[in-house]
T-cell receptor, first 112, second 113 residues
Framework: DADVTQTPRNRITKTGKRIMLECSQT?????MYWYRQDPGLGLRLIYY???????NKGEISDGYSVSRQAQAKFSLSLESAIPNQTALYFC???????????FGQGTRLTVV | AQSVTQLDSQVPVFEEAPVELRCNYS??????LFWYVQYPNQGLQLLLK??????LVESINGFEAEFNKSQTSFHLRKPSVHISDTAEYFC???????????FGTGTLLAVQP
């Protein structure tokens, strides 16, 4: 089984719909991250969490919210999806700031 | 603000030629530095990292990177590339004070036969 699992892997949704992307990890790490990847823009940090009670906004948090339900679970929500949120979304986890971050396989989201 | 710059969006190179992928970061305080690789249709994997000590770090598949504090650079090099090295490479930094992991825009390494 993968260390970091993202569901769904692909999703097409309509403008204005609410959608949740889920992430779970079996590494036992406290730190979890959500990024979006767009061609030519690299990975941009949306939200990050250092433990269940510590959630922080990243560079591009507008239009997104997160929930850290447990150490192993970190969900990303788009309250009202818009087309420019079409992107590849990655969840990641790490033990500390100087150790390897482990990434999920990504969720390809298309907003039409 | 902490940022990472990868000036080259694409680097085409012939097989067995040397390659250098450039990375510069902007920070006046201590950082941890990383290179990640993304093969097609996959997530990112750690290639190598610099935390402290020797400024030259190596990966198991022949890549190396050198930390240059005065130039705030962490360029990635390989003396002889293979077709299988074709991938997108991301430079990343963690600012020790905030522990945020920030990525550059990526460089697509395209190795041609």
């Amino acid at each position: 089984d993968a260390d970091v699992t993202q569901t769904p892997r692909n999703r097409i949704t309509k403008t204005g719909k609410r959608i949740m992307l889920e992430c779970s990890q079996t590494k036992g790490h406290d730190r979890m991250y959500w990024y979006r990847q767009d061609p030519g823009l690299g990975l941009r940090l949306i939200y990050y969490s250092f433990d269940v009670k510590d959630i922080n906004k990243g560079e591009i948090s507008d239009g997104y919210s997160v929930s850290r339900q447990a150490q192993a679970k970190f969900s990303l929500s788009l309250e009202s999806a818009i087309p420019n949120q079409t992107a590849l979304y990655f969840c990641a986890t790490s033990a500390t700031g100087y150790t390897e971050a482990f990434f999920g396989q990504g969720t390809r989201l298309t907003v039409v | 603000a902490q940022s990472v710059t990868q000036l080259d969006s694409q680097v085409p190179v012939f097989e067995e030629a040397p390659v250098e992928l450039r990375c510069n970061y902007s920070s006046s305080v201590s950082v941890y530095l990383f290179w990640y690789v993304q093969y097609p249709n996959q997530g990112l994997q750690l290639l190598l990292k610099y935390l402290s000590g020797s400024t030259l770090v190596e990966s198991i598949n022949g890549f190396e990177a050198e930390f240059n504090k005065s130039q705030t650079s962490f360029h990635l090099r390989k003396p002889s590339v293979h077709i299988s090295d074709t991938a997108e490479y991301f430079c990343a930094v963690t600012l020790r004070a905030t522990n945020k992991l920030i990525f550059g825009t990526g460089t697509l390494l395209a190795v041609q036969p």
